[in-house]
Nanobody
């Protein structure tokens, strides 16, 4: 079973950047598409993006297109989320997830989750 640990969250000013990391245990990381989701207080978990097995396939949620980039390093068992031009509405707990079925774009599609990392965008 793969375990996921997110890191890199914190407080950043509007317009700033952060890079989140998600480290996976286990030797089969390269066989999973990897997704990022976020959840703000009182809101449903929202799709941020997903990267396929070799990073050739990437999809993003409409609210982050053009600002966020997902990448993966299979040699390091790590997936990244580079977040630029951050806005206060990006404030949320960010989760990585693995082993999706279906569309890859809803939380219900994923079978393995990390515990999340808090991102706060505020001046």
């Amino acid at each position: 079973q793969v375990q996921l640990v997110e890191s890199g969250g914190g407080l950043v000013q509007p317009g700033g950047s952060l890079r989140l990391s998600c480290a996976a245990s286990g030797s089969i990381f390269s066989t999973y598409p990897m997704g990022w989701f976020r959840q703000a207080p009182g809101k449903e978990r929202e799709f941020v993006g997903v990267v396929g097995l070799n990073a050739g396939t990437r999809y993003y949620g409409d609210s982050v297109k053009g600002r966020f980039t997902i990448s993966r390093d299979n040699a390091k068992n790590t997936v990244y989320l580079q977040m630029n031009s951050l806005r206060p509405e990006d404030t949320a707990v960010y989760y990585c997830a693995a082993d999706p079925d279906g569309s890859w774009r809803t939380p219900e599609d994923y079978n393995i989750w990390g515990r999340g990392t808090q991102v706060t965008v505020s001046s």
